[in-house]
Protein backbone atom coordinates (compact mmCIF):
# COMPACT_ATOMS: atom_id res chain seq x y z
CA UNK A 1 0.00 0.00 0.00
CA UNK A 2 2.06 3.10 -1.50
CA UNK A 3 1.40 6.55 -0.13
CA UNK A 4 0.81 9.72 -2.40
CA UNK A 5 3.19 12.01 -2.41
CA UNK A 6 1.33 14.21 0.15
CA UNK A 7 0.58 12.00 2.56
CA UNK A 8 2.88 12.22 5.86
CA UNK A 9 4.42 8.76 5.88
CA UNK A 10 4.39 6.45 8.75
CA UNK A 11 7.42 4.23 9.74
CA UNK A 12 6.90 1.86 12.52
CA UNK A 13 10.19 0.89 14.09
CA UNK A 14 11.11 -2.36 16.46
CA UNK A 15 13.91 -1.00 18.81
CA UNK A 16 13.76 -1.21 22.21
CA UNK A 17 17.20 0.60 23.21
CA UNK A 18 16.23 3.92 24.32
CA UNK A 19 19.41 5.55 23.19
CA UNK A 20 18.58 4.53 19.41
CA UNK A 21 15.23 5.55 19.54
CA UNK A 22 16.12 8.95 20.63
CA UNK A 23 19.11 8.86 17.13
CA UNK A 24 16.31 7.48 15.07
CA UNK A 25 13.86 10.32 16.54
CA UNK A 26 17.02 13.29 15.76
CA UNK A 27 18.08 11.60 12.77
CA UNK A 28 14.13 12.28 11.20
CA UNK A 29 13.07 15.19 12.77
CA UNK A 30 13.54 17.46 9.47
CA UNK A 31 11.51 14.98 7.45
CA UNK A 32 7.62 14.60 6.76
CA UNK A 33 7.48 11.01 8.96
CA UNK A 34 5.36 9.95 11.49
CA UNK A 35 7.70 7.67 13.65
CA UNK A 36 6.11 4.81 15.36
CA UNK A 37 7.75 2.66 18.04
CA UNK A 38 7.07 -0.54 19.04
CA UNK A 39 9.33 -3.24 21.65
CA UNK A 40 8.15 -6.57 20.51
CA UNK A 41 6.90 -8.56 17.22
CA UNK A 42 3.19 -8.99 17.93
CA UNK A 43 2.99 -4.80 18.54
CA UNK A 44 4.87 -4.35 15.32
CA UNK A 45 2.37 -6.76 13.45
CA UNK A 46 -0.49 -4.73 15.50
CA UNK A 47 0.53 -1.59 14.08
CA UNK A 48 0.85 -2.75 10.53
CA UNK A 49 -2.58 -4.73 10.81
CA UNK A 50 -4.11 -1.23 12.15
CA UNK A 51 -2.70 1.36 11.16
CA UNK A 52 -1.58 2.67 6.97
CA UNK A 53 1.94 2.06 7.54
CA UNK A 54 4.65 3.33 4.74
CA UNK A 55 7.58 1.05 5.67
CA UNK A 56 9.35 -0.89 8.88
CA UNK A 57 12.52 -1.15 10.46
CA UNK A 58 13.48 -3.60 12.54
CA UNK A 59 16.24 -4.16 14.90
CA UNK A 60 17.18 -7.73 13.79
CA UNK A 61 19.46 -8.45 16.63
CA UNK A 62 15.84 -8.48 18.88
CA UNK A 63 14.37 -10.76 16.97
CA UNK A 64 17.10 -13.53 16.12
CA UNK A 65 15.48 -16.99 15.19
CA UNK A 66 12.51 -15.49 14.91
CA UNK A 67 13.02 -13.03 12.41
CA UNK A 68 11.38 -15.12 9.35
CA UNK A 69 8.41 -15.48 11.77
CA UNK A 70 7.52 -11.65 12.27
CA UNK A 71 8.46 -10.41 8.48
CA UNK A 72 6.32 -13.39 7.01
CA UNK A 73 3.11 -12.12 9.26
CA UNK A 74 4.08 -8.87 8.57
CA UNK A 75 3.86 -9.54 4.34
CA UNK A 76 0.74 -11.80 5.11
CA UNK A 77 -0.85 -8.31 6.01
CA UNK A 78 0.56 -5.67 3.60
CA UNK A 79 2.36 -7.88 0.78
CA UNK A 80 4.17 -4.80 -0.38
CA UNK A 81 5.36 -3.63 2.83
CA UNK A 82 9.19 -2.33 2.69
CA UNK A 83 11.09 -3.59 5.66
CA UNK A 84 14.33 -2.52 6.32
CA UNK A 85 16.44 -4.29 9.03
CA UNK A 86 19.78 -3.32 11.02
CA UNK A 87 21.65 -5.57 13.23
CA UNK A 88 25.31 -5.93 13.94
CA UNK A 89 27.76 -6.30 11.35
CA UNK A 90 29.60 -9.08 12.87
CA UNK A 91 26.65 -11.51 12.51
CA UNK A 92 26.87 -12.13 9.03
CA UNK A 93 24.31 -15.47 9.75
CA UNK A 94 21.65 -12.79 11.09
CA UNK A 95 21.99 -10.53 7.76
CA UNK A 96 21.50 -13.70 5.61
CA UNK A 97 18.64 -14.56 7.70
CA UNK A 98 16.62 -11.29 7.15
CA UNK A 99 17.74 -11.00 3.59
CA UNK A 100 16.19 -14.82 3.12
CA UNK A 101 13.03 -13.71 5.05
CA UNK A 102 12.22 -11.08 2.95
CA UNK A 103 14.01 -8.32 4.49
CA UNK A 104 13.89 -5.37 1.19
CA UNK A 105 17.69 -4.27 2.76
CA UNK A 106 19.93 -4.80 5.70
CA UNK A 107 21.92 -2.47 7.07
CA UNK A 108 24.78 -2.82 9.70
CA UNK A 109 23.77 -0.79 13.06
CA UNK A 110 26.95 1.45 12.21
CA UNK A 111 25.77 2.55 8.75
CA UNK A 112 21.57 2.91 9.59
CA UNK A 113 22.00 6.98 10.23
CA UNK A 114 25.08 7.20 7.71
CA UNK A 115 22.81 6.04 4.91
CA UNK A 116 19.63 7.41 5.89
CA UNK A 117 18.36 8.36 2.82
CA UNK A 118 19.26 4.86 0.96
CA UNK A 119 17.15 3.28 3.74
CA UNK A 120 13.94 5.59 3.14
CA UNK A 121 13.62 5.85 -0.42
CA UNK A 122 11.69 2.51 0.49
CA UNK A 123 8.88 4.22 2.43
CA UNK A 124 8.00 6.15 -0.71
Known sequence: MRHME????????????LIFRSKIRES???RPIDLVFVKDGPSLVQ???????????IDVNLLGDSVGGLIKEAKE?????????FCSHVDK?????????????V?????????VDTWLKYAE
Open 6 to 17: SEKRRIVFLVKD
Open 28 to 30: LSD
Open 47 to 57: KVREENVSMVA
Open 77 to 85: LQNDLPIVG
Open 93 to 105: DLFEAATNAGVSK
Open 107 to 115: LPRSKFFID
